[in-house]
């Protein structure tokens, strides 16, 4: 079954509230609700019904938000973290390790909040099926809940169950193994591998994440035992990096006597979007959220030079300044440390003695 999307907000969606790359949410929609957030509150009557990447208003007018459609990427800078997740370095490895394509059978314990779950069903679907595992009832009922939310649960099943004592749904394993791929994350991974052994097809792949040597230590002993082949551990790393204009003044140009106008720094678009010899990137967007309606007013709250009496206006300025140089900036870092390790299932009757 394919998953479900619509061209537009309809009430009872849940919809991402983007603001810029570091405040996203998410809400679901009613009539006569409202999301507030610090650039206002939005009324939800003027979401339903319009197209997503809509620009939605707030009520005093002052700021805004661009209503999305939820997608993988979206679903996991935006989620409520209910646990600790995964974010896209590590689910990109963890995709291409289990060789997911549409039409897979994938298992997943540890459920958590849903952030990896949300791309393994982008994966597969819309052949395919996730069957993902969560031993805490309440964490396990909201992910169901926000899977359905986001149209996605055609392509998956919640089981509410602890596979370290009670393994994966029996159906997964009866008249044989069903499952292509399976991945674990939980506290003792070794105690599972039995459970996933049973429900994985011959070749099929599984990969686990810990976060500690010792655990894949024991996960790679127990994957020996059980006969797996090509056992490999990485650890995924991501670095972040942003550009920065410096901007210099134009050879020339005339500033207010006695004023350095140079400035130094990423630009806010509300100065910049009256020089078209500027190029500003969109990451230096005004204050994300809020109208740019007084660019002089915004300079002042950005610690930029006032505008005194008889001084020039700041966009009178603006011609004179240019692209003097680049630099480059390290981002934080979203992630933690963890480990992956991966193994493939081999044919029947061609299973490796434990080293």
Same mark, same amino acid.
């Given at each position: 079954?394919?998953?479900?999307?619509?061209?537009?907000?309809?009430?009872?969606?849940?919809?991402?509230?983007?603001?810029?790359?570091?405040?996203?949410?998410?809400?679901?929609?009613?009539?006569?609700?409202?999301?507030?957030?610090?650039?206002?509150?939005?009324?939800?009557?003027?979401?339903?019904?319009?197209?997503?990447?809509?620009?939605?208003?707030? =009520?005093?007018?002052?700021?805004?938000?661009?209503?999305?459609?939820?997608?993988?990427?979206?679903?996991?800078?935006?989620?409520?973290? =209910?646990?600790?997740?995964?974010?896209?370095?590590?689910?990109?490895?963890?995709?291409?390790?289990?060789?997911?394509?549409?039409? =897979?059978?994938?298992?997943?314990?540890?459920?958590?909040?849903?952030?990896?779950?949300?791309?393994?069903?982008?994966?597969?679907?819309?052949?395919?099926?996730?069957?993902?595992?969560?031993?805490?009832?309440?964490?396990?009922?909201?992910?169901?809940?926000?899977?359905?939310?986001?149209?996605?649960?055609?392509?998956?099943?919640?089981?509410?169950?602890?596979?370290?004592?009670?393994?994966?749904?029996?159906?997964?394993?009866?008249?044989?193994?069903? $499952?292509?791929?399976?991945?674990?994350?939980?506290?003792?991974?070794?105690?599972?591998?039995?459970?996933?052994?049973?429900?994985?097809?011959?070749?099929?792949?599984?990969?686990?994440?810990?976060?500690?040597?010792?655990?894949?230590?024991?996960?790679?002993?127990?994957?020996?035992?059980?006969?797996?082949?090509?056992?490999?551990?990485?650890?995924?790393?991501?670095?972040?990096?942003?550009?920065?204009?410096?901007?210099?003044?134009?050879?020339?140009?005339?500033?207010?006597?006695?004023?350095?106008?140079?400035?130094?720094?990423?630009?806010?678009?509300?100065?910049?979007? $009256?020089?078209?010899?500027?190029?500003?990137?969109?990451?230096?967007?005004?204050?994300?959220?809020?109208?740019?309606?007084?660019?002089?007013?915004?300079?002042?709250?950005?610690?930029?030079? $006032?505008?005194?009496?008889?001084?020039?206006?700041?966009?009178?300025?603006?011609?004179?300044?240019?692209?003097?140089?680049?630099?480059?900036?390290?981002?934080?870092?979203?992630?933690?440390?963890?480990?992956?390790?991966?193994?493939?299932?081999?044919?029947?009757?061609?299973?490796?003695?434990?080293?």
């Amino acid at each position: 079954m394919a998953l479900s999307f619509h061209d537009a907000a309809a009430e009872g969606d849940l919809v991402i509230l983007f603001s810029n790359l570091d405040s996203m949410s998410t809400a679901t929609l009613k009539a006569g609700g409202a999301t507030n957030t610090k650039f206002g509150s939005f009324r939800h009557g003027d979401m339903i019904g319009a197209p997503f990447g809509s620009k939605i208003s707030s =009520r005093d007018a002052r700021g805004w938000i661009i209503m999305l459609r939820p997608s993988p990427d979206l679903i996991t800078e935006s989620l409520v973290h =209910r646990t600790q997740i995964l974010y896209h370095a590590d689910i990109a490895m963890i995709i291409g390790l289990l060789d997911l394509m549409p039409g =897979r059978i994938v298992l997943e314990s540890g459920t958590g909040s849903g952030s990896l779950t949300s791309h393994l069903i982008h994966a597969v679907a819309p052949t395919g099926h996730v069957h993902t595992c969560e031993f805490h009832e309440k964490r396990w009922q909201q992910a169901k809940e926000e899977f359905e939310g986001y149209g996605l649960s055609s392509c998956v099943t919640c089981h509410w169950r602890d596979v370290c004592s009670d393994g994966f749904p029996p159906a997964l394993s009866e008249e044989g193994p069903k $499952a292509d791929a399976c991945f674990l994350d939980l506290p003792s991974p070794w105690e599972a591998l039995g459970a996933a052994d049973k429900c994985l097809k011959a070749g099929g792949k599984i990969v686990n994440f810990s976060p500690c040597i010792e655990q894949v230590a024991r996960v790679c002993t127990n994957l020996e035992t059980l006969g797996y082949q090509d056992i490999r551990t990485l650890e995924c790393l991501t670095k972040g990096w942003g550009v920065r204009y410096d901007l210099a003044k134009r050879p020339g140009g005339v500033a207010a006597e006695g004023k350095d106008r140079t400035r130094v720094g990423r630009q806010p678009v509300g100065e910049m979007e $009256a020089s078209p010899s500027v190029s500003v990137p969109p990451s230096s967007a005004a204050c994300p959220g809020e109208s740019v309606e007084d660019p002089g007013a915004l300079k002042r709250k950005r610690g930029g030079v $006032a505008e005194e009496a008889g001084e020039p206006k700041a966009e009178s300025l603006l011609p004179e300044l240019i692209p003097d140089s680049l630099h480059s900036y390290q981002l934080p870092m979203k992630g933690h440390t963890g480990y992956l390790t991966v193994a493939s299932k081999p044919p029947h009757g061609d299973r490796t003695m434990p080293l």
